[in-house]
């Protein structure tokens, strides 16, 4: 008799790209690359391509919390990250589910994509959510993994150097409690695509030149996505935040096209390890200068 492989379950709560590359769509592909079982509840609709986001409707409060009640009855993940909430209203729910729901969330690990701001500068979270996202959702986070202009609202200062993605970073975690992973791909005149974590004990350092010539779409979901897979498959958060690095250091060097724009490759990511979790280190990973329409 076969006997079948157990695998662990992870949840993405986040909004639907039409165009594939993004969002929802680039998080199952993820967690199927890296061996979990990928769960979802679509938080918004959009319509959107590679090139930019025509329109957004978010999911009615009541059915997205069914969704998220609906994984947890029977499939329990292991990690849940979110992505795209858009409203208020929606952030209220999925805060509320995990600081009150009798189902198994109490040793759950959570990670944030806090999507606030496209890093083509197109605001992607409604202004009355902001104030919900930080108070209510932040606190409850194992990790949150803001771009640039997230960290900025974040930590309420710019970040112009390498020095200001570490200040930010441990800002973050002073003001929310969660551990914090500045995404700094997009920071001016940096030779490398620099990324700073920080847990209020072990700050990583993650370097990465550029690679040329590529222009990608949804590299901040699948980031964190498998950062999520990570923890879902039993690696502690720094471990985690470091094969996250490399996982879309590879999904990003093996690009494929798809028309006139470039997709994200997951089947070309890999969990490989850089050295040592712990303390200040360097990866020798690689990151494009573009990043997602819908998440960043």
Do not use: W
């Given at each position: 008799m076969t006997k079948r492989k157990t695998l662990p379950v992870a949840l993405t709560i986040a909004g639907s790209d039409s165009g594939g590359g993004a969002g929802i769509q680039a998080d199952l592909k993820t967690f199927a690359a890296l061996g979990v079982h990928g769960t979802s509840a679509i938080a918004c609709l959009t319509a959107q391509n590679p090139r930019r986001v025509l329109g957004v409707e978010p999911c009615a409060p009541n059915m997205l919390r069914r969704q998220i009640e609906a994984v947890?009855?029977?499939?329990?993940?292991?990690?849940?990250?979110?992505?795209?909430?858009?409203?208020?209203k929606n952030i209220s729910v999925v805060a509320k589910f995990f600081k009150t729901s009798p189902l198994k969330v109490q040793h759950?690990?959570?990670?944030?994509?806090?999507?606030?701001?496209?890093?083509?500068?197109?605001?992607l979270l409604?202004?009355?959510?902001?104030?919900i996202l930080?108070?209510?959702?932040?606190?409850?986070?194992?990790l949150v993994t803001p771009n640039l202009d997230e960290a900025e609202i974040l930590a309420d200062r710019?970040?112009?150097?390498?020095?200001?993605l570490r200040s930010a970073a441990h800002k973050i975690h002073s003001r929310y409690g969660c551990a914090v992973l500045v995404k700094g791909g997009h920071l001016k005149n940096c030779p490398e695509a620099m990324d700073?974590?920080?847990?209020?004990?072990?700050?990583?350092?993650?370097?990465?030149?550029?690679?040329?010539?590529?222009?990608?779409?949804g590299t901040g979901c699948t980031y964190s996505a498998a950062i999520c897979a990570a923890l879902a498959s039993g690696h502690d958060l720094p471990h985690a935040v470091e094969l996250?690095?490399?996982?879309?250091?590879?999904?990003?060097?093996?690009?494929?096209?798809?028309?006139?724009?470039?997709?994200?490759?997951?089947?070309?990511?890999?969990?490989?390890?850089s050295g040592g979790a712990g303390g200040r280190t360097?990866?020798?990973?690689?990151?494009s200068k573009a990043g997602c329409s819908c998440c960043s």
């Amino acid at each position: 008799m076969t006997k079948r492989k157990t695998l662990p379950v992870a949840l993405t709560i986040a909004g639907s790209d039409s165009g594939g590359g993004a969002g929802i769509q680039a998080d199952l592909k993820t967690f199927a690359a890296l061996g979990v079982h990928g769960t979802s509840a679509i938080a918004c609709l959009t319509a959107q391509n590679p090139r930019r986001v025509l329109g957004v409707e978010p999911c009615a409060p009541n059915m997205l919390r069914r969704q998220i009640e609906a994984v947890f009855q029977e499939l329990t993940p292991a990690a849940t990250k979110t992505g795209m909430l858009f409203s208020a209203k929606n952030i209220s729910v999925v805060a509320k589910f995990f600081k009150t729901s009798p189902l198994k969330v109490q040793h759950l690990k959570l990670v944030v994509d806090p999507v606030m701001v496209s890093t083509s500068g197109a605001r992607l979270l409604q202004p009355a959510a902001e104030k919900i996202l930080k108070a209510s959702l932040l606190p409850l986070a194992t990790l949150v993994t803001p771009n640039l202009d997230e960290a900025e609202i974040l930590a309420d200062r710019k970040i112009l150097s390498p020095e200001d993605l570490r200040s930010a970073a441990h800002k973050i975690h002073s003001r929310y409690g969660c551990a914090v992973l500045v995404k700094g791909g997009h920071l001016k005149n940096c030779p490398e695509a620099m990324d700073v974590f920080f847990d209020g004990v072990t700050e990583l350092l993650l370097t990465a030149p550029f690679v040329r010539g590529v222009s990608t779409h949804g590299t901040g979901c699948t980031y964190s996505a498998a950062i999520c897979a990570a923890l879902a498959s039993g690696h502690d958060l720094p471990h985690a935040v470091e094969l996250g690095k490399n996982f879309i250091t590879a999904a990003i060097a093996g690009s494929y096209r798809i028309g006139k724009h470039f997709a994200l490759n997951p089947l070309a990511g890999r969990f490989t390890d850089s050295g040592g979790a712990g303390g200040r280190t360097g990866s020798s990973s690689s990151h494009s200068k573009a990043g997602c329409s819908c998440c960043s």
